[in-house]
């Protein structure tokens, strides 16, 4: 992709935050980690599938990044969403520990030893469930069976709970070999803290952020959430201002998603507790306000990153990516997923782990490999993944460069998508000008609602539900 014709706007501050347009398209869609998105993977396809892409990928020779998942929570954030088991019983990562180091023996074989891991990533749940010890077993365990890169520019990262983490522990993590961290926060204000079952001290927090720079992480991540029970503008602001105050290498604002009929502890959470439309979106303007005052420079989605942060860096130089990790500077790798509910992308294909973890247990423990579904995409589904891709990841479409890639005339093959653009045209969202599609500064908060107008699965009854807000 030629990256070196594209103007890519950075700054914040290039994102005009218009409430009346942001009201009006906030509705349900995919956040695009993915295209297609997962609801839209069929359970037929299987280990055969997947050690077909596998083959495939030997050949062009790509190195690896690895996700791993970590499902398990010493107790439930009721905003959650994510896949994970609450428990207390910390022999439970004994044994999860083995079944994972079992699973990575099937598939690293399958992988030829010369595609080295250049990115590895631990998520959940809460990864720092598992000590620091037996988070050493793992990544010793993956070294042995994939082979590490030993480049300066490789990246392992950890999502930590900062509360059940030392700075003892981070220090051990850095020995491990882990460089990146990924710190949740949401929210100091006491008040939401306890509506969310988040008890957390902000003392400790900044002792923990300190501690991953002490000990050489060499980029920090904190999240946020807008939209959280008992949220208001003044608490967040307190909260914003400490962590800017603490300069973290990226942020991440994430608008909660309320969906209690799909997570049941979001159950626990009163609907009048929480902000309504317009109380959501000062949240959410007040954020990119503050974070663009402070010199954070938007990355895409809910993303925010410091000038010389790497992320900022591939944005600029057209290499940024978005994959089940989000926003990744590793562009040109295949993704394997180990663990419960794990997604791969493996060249043209995905595929995703069973999601119940008695299940992935069972399959584990029968040695047969953990798959629950998958797809193999074909080549509509590659072209539309390229065209998201850049919309996501560049804030505009090159036309010249897609249809060169894809040997297609870009107005007859998406004269469709084009039609369903123009009423987002004539709100400024977008601005579809020659050669280029290209979000306009109000039209940035919106990837998603432009993404959508390229995704031919919305139209079937697997691609209809389960998303969340688009703001």
Not at 83 to 110: F, I, K, S
Not at 402 to 428: K, M, N, V, W
Request: with cysteine; proline share 6%; glycine share 10%.
């Amino acid at each position: 992709m030629d990256s070196a014709s594209t103007s890519i706007p950075t700054p914040a501050a290039d994102w005009t935050f218009d409430t009346d347009l942001l009201r009006r398209y906030d509705g349900p869609g995919p956040r695009y980690t993915s295209y297609p998105t997962a609801p839209s993977f069929d359970p037929a396809f299987g280990e055969d599938g997947y050690r077909r892409a596998v083959a495939r990928g030997n050949v062009r020779a790509t190195p690896l990044s690895l996700y791993v998942h970590v499902p398990f929570c010493n107790s439930p954030c009721f905003y959650c969403g994510c896949n994970r088991v609450v428990t207390r019983d910390n022999t439970r990562g004994l044994d999860y520990v083995d079944r994972l180091l079992r699973e990575v023996a099937m598939v690293a074989p399958l992988f030829d030893r010369g595609r080295q891991v250049v990115q590895l990533h631990l998520g959940g749940g809460t990864p720092n469930f598992l000590r620091p010890a037996l988070l050493e077993r793992l990544v010793d365990g993956l070294g042995r069976r994939f082979g590490f890169s030993a480049t300066p520019g490789r990246d392992f990262s950890i999502e930590l709970d900062p509360r059940h983490v030392t700075a003892d522990d981070i220090a051990m993590l850095s020995a491990i070999g882990f460089n990146r961290t990924s710190l949740g926060v949401q929210d100091f204000d006491p008040a939401v803290q306890l509506a969310i079952n988040r008890e957390q001290g902000v003392d400790d927090t900044l002792e923990i952020i300190d501690a991953c720079r002490r000990y050489g992480m060499r980029s920090v991540n904190v999240d946020l959430i807008y939209g959280l029970p008992k949220q208001t503008l003044s608490g967040f602001s307190h909260t914003l201002d400490t962590v800017v105050a603490a300069r973290p290498d990226r942020l991440a604002i994430y608008g909660y998603a309320h969906m209690p009929q799909l997570f049941r502890a979001q159950r626990q959470i009163r609907d009048e507790d929480l902000p309504g439309p317009e109380g959501r979106l000062a949240l959410l303007g007040m954020a990119v306000e503050r974070l663009s005052a402070a010199g954070y420079e938007y990355i895409g989605m809910d993303h925010f990153a410091l000038p010389d942060d790497a992320l900022a860096r591939a944005r600029r130089e057209g290499g940024l990516h978005r994959n089940f990790m989000g926003y990744t500077t590793h562009a040109d790798t295949d993704l394997v997923g180990l663990g419960v509910s794990a997604i791969s992308r493996i060249g043209d294909s995905f595929s995703q782990n069973q999601r119940d973890l008695t299940a992935w247990e069972a399959m584990v423990d029968a040695g047969r490999q953990p798959l629950w579904r998958g797809l193999c995409m074909d080549a509509d589904d590659l072209l539309r993944a390229d065209v998201i891709q850049q919309l996501m990841c560049r804030g505009e479409i090159d036309i010249g460069d897609i249809e060169r890639r894809h040997g297609i005339a870009f107005p007859a093959y998406f004269s469709d998508a084009l039609a369903a653009l123009q009423p987002l045209q004539a709100d400024g969202l977008v601005d579809c000008c020659g050669d280029r599609i290209v979000a306009t500064a109000r039209g940035r908060a919106l990837l998603r609602v432009i993404a959508m107008r390229f995704d031919r699965y919305l139209a079937t009854p697997t691609g209809q539900g389960g998303y969340s807000r688009a703001v």
